[in-house]
């Protein structure tokens, strides 16, 4: 066990519906991962927060969104959904995640988003 | 931007044997490079990182991997393999110089066999 949890564990939905992830990182983690990993994509960074602000952005859709609050935890927001969202959806975390880059992102056991 | 090639969709590995599930990485600069092991409906499990020093790396579970800067390599080893070790493996990169951006490889299935 990471000690990062997320919920729900499954989520099934409708094309063109919204629907919102939660990450809860390890204690003492300040920064927050998220990752999509597809079957034709792999594993992709999508966005990272540190102690509450974006801090790095990678393959993210403009109908994807996402905050880390005042407790730290976060939420992935995925809008307008589409069949090809189907995904797993990891949040990671880690201690810093600042300039030096050497400190571990632990992961959660993901959320299974099915869109249909 | 950084990148890593994991060239082996599968290994296959009798048990006892050792194993190797190979990787290699591009970055510009000085690189970070982390194993991860993804077992099935589980999330990733850290296993090892090369951040500086001995390019031996030991990690968890008795898995080790070697650095190789010529080579811009850097292979994950196990002496003797376990049917337990059947998982989906994951190499990862970061740049020193974009320590935000880490990029996974497509992974690679270990099937050990008793």
């Known amino acids: 066990d990471s000690g990062v949890t997320q919920t729900p564990k499954h989520l099934i939905t409708a094309t063109g519906q919204r629907v919102t992830l939660r990450c809860s990182p390890r204690?003492?983690?300040?920064?927050v991962y998220w990752y999509q990993q597809s079957l034709d994509q792999g594993l992709q960074f999508l966005i990272q927060?540190?102690?509450?602000?974006?801090?790095a952005k990678g393959n993210i859709l403009e109908r994807f969104s996402a905050q880390q609050f005042p407790d730290l935890h976060s939420e992935l927001n995925l809008s307008s959904l589409e069949l090809g969202d189907s995904a797993l959806y990891f949040c990671?975390?880690?201690?810093?995640?600042?300039?030096?880059?050497?400190?571990?992102?632990?992961f959660g056991p993901g959320t299974r988003l099915t869109v249909l | 931007a950084q990148s890593v090639a994991q060239p082996e969709d599968q290994v296959n590995v009798a048990e006892g044997n050792p194993l190797t599930v190979k990787c290699t990485y591009s970055?510009?600069?000085?690189?970070?490079l982390f194993w991860y092991v993804q077992y099935p409906n589980r999330g990733l499990q850290f296993l090892l990182k090369?951040?500086?020093?001995?390019?031996l790396v030991k990690g968890s579970y008795g898995f080790e991997a070697e650095f190789n800067k010529s080579q811009t390599s850097f292979h994950l080893k196990k002496p003797s393999a376990l049917v337990s070790d059947s998982a989906l493996y994951f190499c990862?990169?970061?740049?020193?110089?974009?320590?935000?951006?880490?990029?996974f490889g497509a992974g690679t299935r270990l099937t050990v066999k008793p």
């Open positions: 990671a975390s880690s201690v810093q995640g600042t300039s030096g880059g050497i400190d571990t992102q632990y």
């Open positions: 204690s003492g983690d300040l920064s």
């Open positions: 927060y540190y102690n509450g602000e974006e801090r």
């Open positions: 970055v510009s600069g000085n690189p970070y």
């Open positions: 090369y951040i500086t020093g001995d390019n």
């Open positions: 990862a990169v970061r740049d020193r110089g974009n320590n935000n951006d880490m990029r």
